[in-house]
């Protein structure tokens, strides 16, 4: 059993809040970080030490946007083998979207999940709702959330918003953050129909193509202006999206990327068939630099993983009817911390993605830095050595990964979440469980 009494991790690498590397002793109480220090004194009895020399310690990851699948499809994914991913990827915090069996676009809903992640997930958990045609009365009462979800394109049902009239009315009323998959549903149904007689998951990236993302981030953008309203974009692929923000950008309006729209192009089709169908789609290499570019110079703000887990057996399906996603938890840090390495970006510039940023950007307070008084969500990584991505090694009920070779560094050695232990060189500890979210948004 995990006990709270609190943690000292020695002499661990710390990434302090101005960006830098010390050679510190950090020490938790509660859920808290309480102190850190050159080297601090021994410990009462029941405080338990990790020693943590030769590794770097960093801000738990706040992974933005994930579909966990429950309720309704946990052949999937559930939110117990979820949180396990999470833990061993050094995910703490995680904020899932409403496309579930029953949708969540309602309190009830919303209540039910939050019920099943406090029996279930060992990290900390937020659940957005979901907008359609019939719910907008109840879309700025529902929480706590960290914002409203609009699926635009690449969805069927009650969650398409695809009609200007109910688009407007989301943007029109109330003040919380609308979170936006942003791709032209009618452009979708356009090119799917000029390339009716292709049946190759390459296809994917040309019926939605960069036309359907501009042409719906353009349009949601000039919401925002009208109503002058918070928005975030969702898993930004393109070029030509990241062009248009470079010109047009207000201080309300933040947009993530995705580690696979960062390191995949449509290349990975030929190796990885439909492992690699994702919406947004995979974009050409162009894209990734571009996309890279906009990330470096703060025009994208955070990374998020899309994390949406399908069986092998769905994914073996012939194109169209292979679903569309990949997971993404437990590799998220891992390849990003490899990019630093290998001279890409910072180690800092990482943990501000991955971390900071996300929690500014959602108003959730007291994580996203190592220092006293924020939660003690860390993760000590092993910046040392190299291991491949196995799919034999994942804890996602999937159990595969669009990177499995990949030889990343960067691994997850212990994971806190809230002060207790979740995953421990290779061991996650079931009794772990995280706390809800809370909600601070800014105007």
Not at 63 to 71: G, I, L, S
């Amino acid at each position: 059993m995990n006990s709270n009494a609190g943690l000292v991790i020695r002499q661990a690498q710390v990434l302090t809040p101005e960006g830098e590397l010390q050679r510190l002793d950090v020490q938790t109480e509660g859920h808290r970080i309480l102190r850190l220090a050159d080297h601090l004194p021994a410990v009462l009895p029941g405080v338990r030490e990790i020693p943590a020399q030769g590794l770097t310690l960093l801000p738990g990851v706040i992974d933005p946007q994930v579909h966990f699948r429950e309720p309704g499809l946990e052949h999937k994914e559930d939110l117990f083998t979820a949180s396990c991913a999470c833990a061993r990827g050094g995910v703490t915090s995680f904020l899932e979207m409403p496309n579930t069996r029953p949708l969540t676009t309602d309190q009830a809903a919303l209540e039910d999940k939050l019920a099943r992640a406090a029996a279930k997930s060992l990290v900390n958990y937020g659940f957005f709702i979901g907008a359609t045609a019939d719910n907008l009365a109840v879309l700025n009462s529902c929480g706590p959330t960290p914002g409203i979800k609009i699926f635009m394109g690449s969805m069927h049902g009650p969650l398409l918003v695809d009609q200007d009239q109910t688009l407007e009315g989301v943007f029109a009323q109330g003040r919380r953050l609308i979170a936006v998959h942003a791709e032209d549903q009618a452009r979708i149904a356009q090119r799917r129909q000029a390339l009716a007689d292709v049946y190759h998951p390459e296809l994917h990236s040309l019926i939605q193509d960069n036309e359907a993302a501009l042409l719906a981030t353009k349009k949601v953008l000039a919401l925002s202006h009208r109503y002058q309203r918070r928005l975030h974009i969702l898993h930004l692929s393109t070029a030509d999206e990241a062009e248009l923000l470079y010109q047009d950008k207000p201080a309300w309006v933040t947009a993530e990327v995705t580690p696979q729209h960062l390191l995949l192009d449509t290349t990975a089709y030929n190796y990885l068939g439909s492992l690699a169908q994702m919406n947004p789609p995979l974009r050409r290499p162009r894209d990734r630099a571009v996309l890279w570019q906009a990330l470096l110079e703060g025009i994208i703000d955070f990374i998020a993983t899309d994390h949406a887990p399908h069986t092998l057996e769905e994914k073996a399906l012939p194109y169209p009817q292979s679903p569309s996603g990949m997971p993404g938890v437990e590799t998220s840090l891992p390849l990003m911390l490899t990019q630093a390495v290998q001279g890409h970006c910072r180690l800092s510039q990482v943990a501000h993605w991955m971390s900071r940023a996300p929690a500014l950007a959602y108003g959730i307070p007291n994580k996203g830095l190592v220092t006293p008084g924020y939660d003690a969500d860390l993760v000590l990584v092993d910046l040392e050595h190299y291991y491949p991505v196995r799919p034999q090694d994942l804890q996602t009920k999937c159990g595969w990964s669009p990177f499995t070779g990949w030889n990343l560094t960067g691994w997850p050695v212990v994971t806190v979440v809230g002060g207790q232990v979740a995953w421990d060189q290779g061991r996650v500890d079931p009794t772990v469980r995280g706390r809800p979210l809370s909600f601070n948004p800014r105007e």
